[in-house]
């Protein structure tokens, strides 16, 4: 009750009353009102006990990279080198997205390119596709990479002078963010210009971890952004710098140490204790023993020791407990380890006992779904990209390709191998055969070069043909259309008798061409034997004509098909490709002279006369608490 209510109730204690009701009245309706407004909202956002502990901020994607960045890098370095799960899932990592390399179809260009790549490493060290691993075992790391372009002189002896430098994000002098002149700004050690794009990056000298080894200080200096590849995975829109990819489970990582520890240590202890004597008389002792440095009295058992105790002497021998959940509890716990970091439990662990074929084949699609991600958002555009055009432009310049590259190049991953080979074989010429793929998409998929496939198998085909060399390839039929919906046992059954007849009728055609091949041999045989006879006039021989008996190839059909309506057979146009190898000509040049054209105006221009209405302008001005001018708005009408 209020001062008002107070003096309202002294002198009408009714009206008071009546005061009191309808306040109490506003503020149920109110209670009732938040009440309903909070079962209307997000269970996740509510406030209450479960959630009293939750802290959250509204921060940028920037703001909470660079408070953090640092302490995510350091630890998950430290987990790489001394977790055995945390290594295992690098290289699982790495070999997934990288392998042996991602690689270009150069085209003309290929030759100068695949030299090019044995001597890009800046270091010496690596080749383009070991530099390509070197990256993507940094971005798993340090969630981030930086490559430098190295351009050479020509007294280097390099056949297109350029060289990548890659450097750990360590290099970036995180120390320069603010404004800068012009509008921009730093973040990070990155610069941006007025209107949101990288303009330059402050790298430092040396790395800083090896300030105490060099004599040179430590100091940063501004490098172009043309100069410099900044490859990592973008998670939030703004994000100017990246992070480990194991940053949301280094503690359940760390825990899952801790434990395994602990557990050891348990079990170490335990068998310390073989069996604890009691007695009444410390004279006695089982065996020969000695004392610790309390005085405590160790003895050992020998082997096949038989000792008869004394009464009042009693023996317990040491049971370890069982420790029945760790096995459980640590599966578990590495199932959600390798959630968060993108793997499956038996990449990381090497564990297949709980798996079967379709398990472990649902379980890689999903794997390499993150792969193909990694490779065509982060790896390709960020990183492989950019080199190539870089390359074709320096390669060009130098003249060492006599044609410009294409810009935008086709590249191919590493291959993938499956489960059942012989299963993703099939599904692949049944793609070919239906028209969904074609075969150099499939050869790109197992990561190979379709044109190089291409030209060795014409290659083999001629080599054979020149050896004489005859090859029965079986051709295997392309792959009914079957509707699942009307199907049924009989049949299936019915396409099994038919693929199993198809099948005997290639073994029976097979068997005839080496028959006909037998025969066609004993035929030139026979015809010269019958060259050299006639060759001796001096001696009548007479040789009687050989008898040949070929049995003809023994072929069952056994005809298991019910009767059945004549089968309708729809066959698909083929598809018909052409290409124009014709070499590329210039575009031919005409020159023609331009003719002199005069033209004399003589038409004198007309007289305009133009009056426009009077016009007025209001200006508005508002200013802040300092006085300054905050806004400004004009506004022009007419008189």
């Not at 390798?338 to 999903?366: C, F, H, K, P, W």
Request: with cysteine; charged share 25%.
């Amino acid at each position: 009750m209020n001062a008002l209510d107070k003096l309202i109730t002294l002198f009408s204690p009714e009206a008071g009353l009546k005061r009191q009701v309808a306040r109490a009245a506003i503020q149920r309706a109110g209670a009732r009102a938040a009440d309903s407004l909070n079962l209307r909202a997000y269970e996740g956002a509510k406030t209450g006990r479960r959630t009293g502990g939750w802290i959250t901020g509204a921060t940028s994607a920037d703001a909470e990279v660079a408070s953090s960045a640092v302490k995510l890098r350091d630890r998950t370095r430290s987990l790489c080198r001394d977790n055995p799960y945390a290594s295992r899932a690098r290289d699982v990592y790495v070999a997934n997205v990288v392998g042996t390399g991602i690689t270009v179809k150069a085209g003309s260009a290929k030759e100068a390119f695949e030299q090019w790549t044995t001597e890009c490493d800046a270091d010496g060290m690596l080749d383009f596709y070991g530099l390509q691993a070197l990256v993507m075992r940094c971005v798993f790391e340090s969630g981030e990479c930086l490559i430098r372009y190295r351009e050479r002189r020509p007294e280097d002896g390099l056949l297109v002078p350029l060289q990548l430098q890659v450097l750990e994000p360590d290099y970036l002098d995180a120390t320069k963010t603010g404004a800068v002149n012009g509008g921009g700004w730093l973040i990070s050690g990155i610069e941006y210009n007025a209107i949101g794009q990288r303009v330059a990056y402050h790298l430092h000298n040396q790395h800083p971890g090896d300030v105490a080894n060099r004599s040179k200080p430590l100091e940063s200096k501004r490098i172009p952004a043309d100069q410099v590849l900044h490859i990592f995975e973008r998670l939030r829109p703004g994000q100017s710098r990246g992070v480990p990819r194991m940053s949301s489970i280094l503690l359940k990582m760390r825990d899952l140490d801790d434990y395994e520890e602990a557990e050891l240590v348990r079990k170490g202890i335990e068998s310390c204790f073989s069996a604890i004597v009691t007695t009444e008389d410390n004279g006695v002792s089982l065996s020969e023993g000695t004392t610790d440095i309390n005085g405590n009295r160790i003895e050992t058992l020998g082997a096949g020791l038989i000792q008869y105790l004394k009464p009042g002497q009693d023996i317990r021998f040491g049971a370890p407990a069982n420790g029945g959940d760790y096995g459980a509890y640590t599966k578990t716990q590495l199932r959600a380890i390798a959630s968060g970091i993108g793997i499956t439990y038996e990449q990381m662990t090497g564990d297949l006992s709980d798996v079967n074929y379709s398990s472990i084949r649902a379980g890689l699609v999903e794997f390499y779904k993150t792969v193909d991600m990694l490779q065509w958002h982060v790896l390709v555009p960020m990183m492989l990209a950019p080199i190539w055009k870089r390359w074709a432009e320096t390669a060009f310049a130098v003249k060492a390709i006599r044609t410009p590259a294409p810009a935008m190049a086709k590249w191919t991953p590493p291959r993938r191998q499956w489960v059942d080979p012989l299963k993703d074989v099939n599904a692949a010429r049944a793609e070919i055969s239906a028209g969904i793929t074609s075969i150099s998409e499939t050869i790109r998929a197992r990561g190979e070069d379709p044109d190089k496939i291409f030209a060795e198998i014409a290659d083999e085909r001629k080599h054979l043909e020149t050896l004489g060399i005859t090859v029965d390839v079986i051709a295997v039929p392309p792959v009914s259309p079957v509707n699942t919906a009307d199907a049924s046992a009989d049949t299936q059954a019915n396409g099994k008798a038919l693929a199993e007849i198809e099948h005997q009728r290639e073994i029976a055609e097979i068997m005839q061409r080496h028959q006909e091949q037998n025969s066609a041999r004993l035929e030139a045989g026979v015809s010269a034997i019958a060259a050299a006879v006639r060759e001796q006039p001096s001696h009548v021989i007479n040789v009687a004509a050989p008898i040949v008996n070929v049995a003809p190839a023994d072929v069952r059909v056994d005809n298991i098909i019910p009767e059945q309506p004549a089968p309708v057979v729809n066959v698909a146009a083929p598809a018909v490709r052409v290409d124009n190898h014709a070499p590329a000509n210039p575009a031919p040049v005409v020159n023609v002279a331009q003719p002199n054209i005069t033209v004399e105006n003589t038409v004198m221009p007309a007289s305009v006369e133009l009056t426009l209405p009077a016009r007025k302008t209001e200006t508005t001005i508002i200013r802040d608490k300092a006085g300054n001018i905050a806004h400004a708005t004009q506004i022009e009408e007419d008189a």
